[in-house]
Structure formats: structure tokens, C-alpha cells
């Protein structure tokens, strides 16, 4: 008898803990924000961008961009509680420089404009230059 009691604790704590028999409810408030980069000059801009990565053990995360002229690049995608300014979510944003365009500087929560896809999930977007 204790030990079928025991095993049905057992597996009823692992599905538990896994979210398979009951599932966490709190995952239906984080929505996927998506940060975009847009290029509005006529150059490509290379940059280079670093995030934190979840489970922080892994440590930062740091990725090479290359951004066409006229178009954007999608640079993250995560899905957080609470919103905050998008900016703090780059833990480092280096822009190669480039003599021939006009460069903003995505650590003024202003260069970020906030929008909505077709989902009703945020969006970001930074304009990186013009």
C-alpha cells in the first residue's frame, strides 16, 4: 500500500512540476515581444548585439547583425511579464560606424517605437539609421 502511494506521489509531482498535469498559469501573461532593427539608409549597417539569456546560467548572448538598405532585421524574440523600456533588454548594442549615414543611438528608450503585430503581441522596432 505505502508503496503505491508513493509512486502515484511520484508521478503525479513530475507531471505536476513538468506543467503536464496542471498547467502554469502564469504563461498566459507573458506575450511574445519582438524587437526589430530597421535600416532606412541607402548603406548596410553592421552591428553587433548582446542579450541575457534565460536560464542566466548560460550567460550573455551576443549575435553579428548585417542590416540591407531599406529594410529590418529581427534581432529578439521573448516573452517577459512585464514590459519595460526595450533598450534594457540589449545588455550591449555596438554599431560599426559608418561615415556616410546618420546614426541613432538605441540606448534612448525614444529611438525605440512600440507597436502591434496582427497577433495583438508587441513589437519593437529601433530605427538604427537614415
Not at 8 to 23: A, E, F, V
Not at 109 to 114: F, L, Q, R, V, Y
Amino acid at each position: 500500500m505505502k508503496k503505491s502511494i508513493i509512486i502515484i506521489l511520484l508521478i503525479s509531482y513530475t507531471l505536476t512540476s513538468c506543467g503536464i498535469l496542471i498547467p502554469f498559469p502564469e504563461r498566459k501573461n507573458y506575450p511574445t515581444t519582438t524587437f526589430y532593427v530597421k535600416n532606412n539608409s541607402n548603406e548596410t549597417i553592421n552591428f553587433s548585439s548582446s542579450v541575457i539569456v534565460f536560464p542566466m546560467s548560460r550567460g550573455p548572448l551576443t549575435r553579428n547583425f548585417s542590416v540591407r538598405p531599406k529594410d529590418s532585421i529581427l534581432t529578439r524574440q521573448v516573452e517577459f511579464k512585464r514590459a519595460t523600456e526595450p533598450q534594457k533588454w540589449f545588455l550591449e548594442f555596438k554599431i560599426l560606424p559608418n561615415d556616410n549615414v546618420k546614426i541613432f543611438d538605441p540606448n534612448k528608450p525614444e529611438n525605440w517605437k512600440k507597436g502591434i503585430n496582427t497577433k495583438g503581441k508587441p513589437i519593437y522596432t529601433f530605427t538604427i539609421a537614415e
